[in-house]
Every structure is written in C-alpha cells, then in structure tokens.
C-alpha cells in the first residue's frame, strides 16, 4: 500500500511469501496453463520498431520526490523512443483506488496502471480479465534476477481453477515494483534535542521517550487520520511488534486470525497514546497531508509513515529530519514494520501495445532508474550504486540502512488490508471508532475477525475440494 498505500543479496531473506509449487502459469512441464500469456519470441521487443505509440499511464505518484523521479524517466523514454508518446494520468491513492476499475473496463483503458496488491484491487482485476499476465516479459528483460522472488511474488495471482477461488501471493505475475517502502519512525531531531531525548535504540526507550516529550510541552506523535488508512500503517506496526511472522502468516490467510491477543495488545497501545496525549486529540478530523504539514512546521517529535513521505518532509526539515524502523525490543535486535514495495506497475489486458507497456516497466526499474530514485529521495526496490553511496546519517542514508536491516531481518509484513477483499473497509472504519472511544480494543479484534474468518473459511473450504493453482 504504497504513498498510501506506494535489492538484490540484501532482500534474500524479505517476505517469507510461499511461491507456487510449479512454475508459475505452467503444469509443471512448461506448458502455459489458465491465463494467456502475452508477447513471446526469443528476443527482446523493441518500442522503436512499433510505429507512432501513445501510451497512457495511470499512477498515483503525486508526491514531489516519485513525481519527480516519474517525470524525469517518462521524458528520458520518449528521448530514446521519439515514437512513443506518454499520456499520464497522475492521481492520489484515494483517487486511483476509487476511479480504476471504471478506468480499466471502460471503453478506453489506460495501457499501464498502478494497481494495489491483494484482493480488493491486483486480485479483482484479473478475475474480472482486466490485467495481462507478465512471465513472458518477465523472462525477456529478467526481473525474475533483478527481483528476489520473494518480492515478486507479492504481484501474483493464481490461476483460475474449477472450484478454486484465485489467491494473491502465487500464481501468474501481474505486475512490477518500482520501489520499496516501508513505514518508519520519522523524528525531528531539533524537537528531541529540546525536550532532552536522544533518538531511541530500542521500543522501550522509544515509548518511554513519548511521556518525556509530552512533560517537556512537545506533541510526541504527530498523526491524521481523516484519510482513514493512515491508521491502518499505525496499528499495522504496532501489531508488527508482537511478533513479524505471526502477523505476516494472518496477513497471508495462514495464521491464526485478528481474534488474539496481539490485536488486542496493539489496539489497547494505540487508545493508550490517544488517553494520554501522546496523538493529536483530533486525529480522526486531521488529514494526512495536514498533518505532515504540521509535523514539517516542527509540531510533533515523531510521525509514523511510509518512506514515500521522506522527500517531501526532507525537502523542509533538511538534516532535522531522521528516520529509522520502529526501535526493536532489544538493542541491536530484529526490527519489524509494515512495508514491502510499492504499488504494482501493470499492463492493462485491452493495451493496444502491451510490448511497449513491458517495455516502459523494465524502464522505469532498471538500475538506471533505481538511481534516479535516490536522487530524488525515492527508496528503489533493487538499490543501485547511487545508493551505496549515500551519507550514512543523512535521512537518504538512514532510509537505505532501515531497508537493509528490515530485508536481512524478516522483518516486512505485509499491509494489513491485503487480507480479504473487504479489509480495507472494515479496517479503516473500525480504527476510526477506536480512535474515536466507540469501540473497545477487544470489540475491535472481533470486527476484523468478522471479515477475516468467513474468508478465510470459504478459502480453505475450496482448497480442500482438491484443487490446485500450479
């Protein structure tokens, strides 16, 4: 869920995301199965051979480092292709989410879009035929080596299968990442140095740092949430805290569910900062942006979201600006946060030209472009070399570091809206009542419980009739 919600030996141990028991799309013997797939041939397609091109382009980049890096790349493809026109449309994430499936099976689809993992979006879309597969393409420009399968697998869909319901996490590749992310601990540094708190090593220090803050007159964390999903990144990390592969196994229909004692734990931290001050009395009339205005203008020790805000907070706050993963539990331990990669780039299945929208994905992920992303303060999800050259203790720097300790640790879980079709609904909503004081934390578990179960249930109901998605 990326700006929401939007790496080579470093990723080797990311998300621990089961891959399909056979090639993806194939029976086993190589044989393409279920979903047609595009393109084909040995050799790579070339934009420059497809005659005069417009390709539209929908994203939700809207923030001024991805812009930038966005804007930059599509006039550096139009160079090197002088055919090929690039039509953008650039929404926020609220935006896209709302407007994409009209877009998509409407008369004029869009020929490469952002689409979000998981059910609600990735998943519908290629039930209802709206996306193209991408293996083929993905063995032409090889993002199966440029990309930890781990990683990739977060972008696929299984296949069709008579009594089988399609899951996300195996199957078919339905899209690329352009970047990483994931949600942090952002400090400014000046306002811990007046109130006398250094920047903390572990969770403990971290939590106890908030009631020095609040003696000392500061707002310790500022947060918004009349968006709704920015508090689906806070309870996320505050869940993550009790344990990454327990809650990355419920996240992927593999645990034990949202009725348990590390929601409840985490739901009750979160009333907890709300009791005592810790999070703006008005969080749920705060937007998002207004509140990292807020937080930019030195209101607020902390704030808690994705890397895909570093840009625009560094662009105010310069070298005050600081961020790391939540501190773990004991000092130089493992940490744990919500995060992976950002939204999907996909071809539509209507594309006219989907050999230059494959094409353009490669060009927008290749390490050239990882590099063009550093530059403008965007995490790549494979960092190149302008990465490694960063200042360790610039908030750039620190953000690369963050990403390499989450990687090497385990330590991503995946959003928690991935869950079920309907999880983003119910989640959001029903953090807006906790932070309201209209649910207790225990009723609170049960409402995500009540979404989570059926689905699971249904799932596993069809997995066992015996059908497979290899």
């Known amino acids: 869920m990326s700006s929401r919600f939007t790496r080579r030996s470093v ?23 279920g979903d047609t797939a595009p393109g084909g041939g040995n050799g790579i397609p070339d934009p420059a051979k497809a005659g005069n091109v417009t390709l539209h382009v929908w994203d939700q980049e809207v923030r001024g480092g991805t812009n930038a890096e966005i804007e930059q790349l599509n006039k550096e493809f139009q160079k090197k292709y002088p055919n090929v026109t690039i039509k953008r449309v650039s929404r926020s994430f609220d935006d896209l989410k709302t407007t994409l499936k009209l877009a998509l099976s409407g008369n004029n689809p869009p020929d490469v879009v952002q689409a979000n993992q998981g059910y609600p979006d990735m998943v519908a879309f290629v039930e209802a035929g709206l996306l193209t597969p991408l293996d083929n393409y993905a063995g032409i420009y090889e993002w199966n080596t440029r990309y930890p399968a781990t990683l990739l697998n977060l972008n696929r869909v299984s296949v069709a299968e008579p009594g089988a ?155 005050d600006l600081g961020i790391m993963p939540p501190p773990p539990a004991t000092e130089g331990g493992k940490p744990a946060t919500t995060g992976g990669q950002g939204l999907a780039w996909s071809v539509t299945s209507r594309s006219a030209h989907p050999e230059v929208a494959a094409a353009y994905l490669d060009f927008i992920t290749n390490e050239h472009a990882a590099d063009v992303m550093t530059r403008n303060g965007v995490l790549p999800a494979v960092p190149g070399k302008a990465a490694d050259a960063l200042d360790p203790k610039s908030p750039d720097g620190q953000m690369v570091d963050a990403w390499r300790q989450l990687t090497s640790a385990d330590g991503l879980v995946p959003y928690l809206d ?9 989640s959001s909503a029903a953090l807006q009542d906790l932070i309201a004081g209209n649910t207790s934390p225990r009723n609170f578990a049960r409402k995500l419980q009540s979404d989570y179960a059926p689905f699971i249930k249904k799932q596993q109901g069809k997995a066992s009739s015996g059908a497979s998605d290899s």
Not at 290 to 305: C, E, L, S, V
Not at 418 to 426: G, H, K, V
Request: some cysteine; overall charge neutral.
């Open 11 to 33: 990723l080797a141990a990311a998300l621990a995301v089961g891959a399909a028991s056979c090639t993806p799309g194939t029976d086993g013997s190589g044989a393409v199965t």
């Open 418 to 426: 991935y869950a079920t079709p309907t999880f983003y609904d119910t």
């Open 165 to 319: 319901s399609r899951r996300f996490g195996t199957g078919r590749l339905y899209g690329i990442s352009q970047t990483g992310e994931f949600v942090g601990l952002y400090y400014n540094k000046k306002v811990l140095k007046q109130a006398g708190v250094q920047p903390p090593r572990t969770w403990d220090e971290f939590t106890d740092s908030l009631a020095e803050l609040k003696k000392a007159g500061e707002l310790p964390i500022q947060f918004g949430n009349l968006d709704k999903w920015p508090a689906i990144h806070t309870f996320g990390m505050l869940q993550d805290q009790q344990g990454a592969e327990q809650a990355r196994d419920t996240v992927l229909g593999r645990g034990d569910g949202f009725a348990t004692s590390r929601t409840t734990k985490a739901a009750t931290t979160l009333t907890d900062w709300l009791d005592r001050g810790y999070l703006p009395k008005d969080a749920n009339g705060l937007g998002y942006d207004d509140a990292n205005k807020k937080f930019m203008a030195g209101q607020g020790a902390y704030t808690i979201t994705g890397t895909w805000m570093l840009a625009d907070l560094k662009k105010r706050l310069g070298d």
